[in-house]
């Protein structure tokens, strides 16, 4: 039974579709979704100067809630955002374990079904979960 999917969030469209995903998958077994964006420590640049910190946290949790995790606000799915400093992968998987999470779910850059187009966030999570993960290709775009 599935209670809790964890998803990895970036701002990506690969990381809007693995959470459009989700929340049809939550919608359906009727689980909380859980989008989780995990900052880097290296700094931020706008407008031709780094960010303080604090700066970046405040902008990146803005565009969490307000922009990447949108189709979550009106989706009738129970659901948090989660902003936490580090590595993905590091990230993901404590926050997995932490939350108890039954499933997660990441998007992909990649283009084959080969191990290097994987994207190594998404090759490091298989590798180094013991909860299942789905990975999701990026959609053809129509044109």
């Given at each position: 039974?599935?209670?809790?999917?964890?998803?990895g969030?970036?701002?990506?469209?690969?990381?809007?579709?693995?959470?459009?995903?989700?929340?049809?998958?939550?919608?359906?077994?009727n689980?909380?979704?859980?989008a989780?964006?995990?900052?880097?420590?290296?700094?931020?640049?706008?407008?031709?100067?780094?960010?303080s910190?604090?700066?970046?946290?405040?902008?990146?949790?803005?565009?969490?809630?307000?922009i990447w995790?949108a189709?979550?606000?009106n989706?009738?799915?129970?659901?948090?955002?989660?902003?936490?400093?580090?590595?993905?992968?590091?990230?993901?998987?404590?926050?997995?374990?932490e939350?108890?999470?039954?499933?997660?779910?990441?998007?992909?850059?990649?283009?084959t079904?080969?191990?290097?187009?994987?994207?190594?966030?998404a090759?490091?999570?298989?590798?180094?979960?013991?909860?299942?993960v789905?990975?999701?290709?990026?959609?053809?775009v129509?044109?």
């Open positions: 039974m599935i209670r809790r999917i964890l998803v969030v970036d701002g990506s469209a690969n990381s809007l579709g693995a959470l459009n995903w989700t929340i049809a998958l939550a919608q359906q077994t689980s909380e979704v859980i989780v964006h995990a900052m880097g420590l290296k700094p931020i640049e706008q407008d031709g100067r780094f960010l910190p604090e700066e970046a946290r405040h902008i990146t949790a803005d565009l969490l809630d307000s995790c189709p979550l606000k989706s009738g799915v129970k659901h948090q955002n989660l902003l936490v400093e580090g590595s993905p992968v590091t990230a993901l998987l404590e926050i997995a374990g939350l108890e999470v039954d499933l997660i779910v990441v998007g992909t850059r990649g283009h079904l080969g191990e290097a187009s994987l994207g190594s966030t090759h490091r999570i298989i590798e180094d979960s013991k909860i299942p789905v990975v999701l290709p990026p959609r053809p129509d044109g």
